[in-house]
């Protein structure tokens, strides 16, 4: 099972450009995805990417916004975010994932990590 850590967040200025890592051993091979909590919210799908990198997801909040990549030499994947929000506020996790369509869901075989909290002040 992939183990994912996150890392990256912390508190950041609205229209700011802050970027998470999600680090785990042999995530290379697999979909990797960001989903995020909001304050009294369910946890959403951010973005997905394949394992090759060259097929990515994103919700259409964060589409035009948010890049995510991958660097499969270093086990890890990213969440560029640029232009942020007060309403991106969330703690953000990463996961294996599968994408049948234009979303990504959460494979039930893989873990969650622990989440990095974005804190964006206006």
């Known amino acids: 099972q992939v183990q994912p850590v996150e890392s990256g967040g912390g508190l950041a200025q609205a229209g700011g450009s802050p970027r998470l890592s999600c680090a785990a051993s042999?995530?290379?091979?697999?979909?990797m995805g960001w989903f995020r909590r909001a304050p009294g919210k369910e946890r959403e799908f951010v973005a997905g990417?394949?394992?090759?990198?060259?097929?990515?997801f994103y919700a259409n909040s964060v589409k035009g916004r948010f890049t995510i990549l991958r660097d499969n030499a270093k086990n890890t994947v990213y969440l560029q975010m640029n232009s942020l929000k007060t309403e991106d506020t969330a703690v953000y996790y990463c996961?294996?994932?599968?994408?049948?369509?234009?979303?990504?869901?959460?494979?039930?075989?893989?873990?969650w990590g622990q989440g990095t909290q974005v804190t964006v002040s206006s």
């Open positions: 996961t294996v994932v599968y994408c049948p369509g234009l979303v990504c869901l959460p494979s039930s075989r893989h873990n």
């Open positions: 042999d995530l290379s091979i697999y979909t």
């Open positions: 990417i394949n394992w090759s990198g060259d097929s990515t």
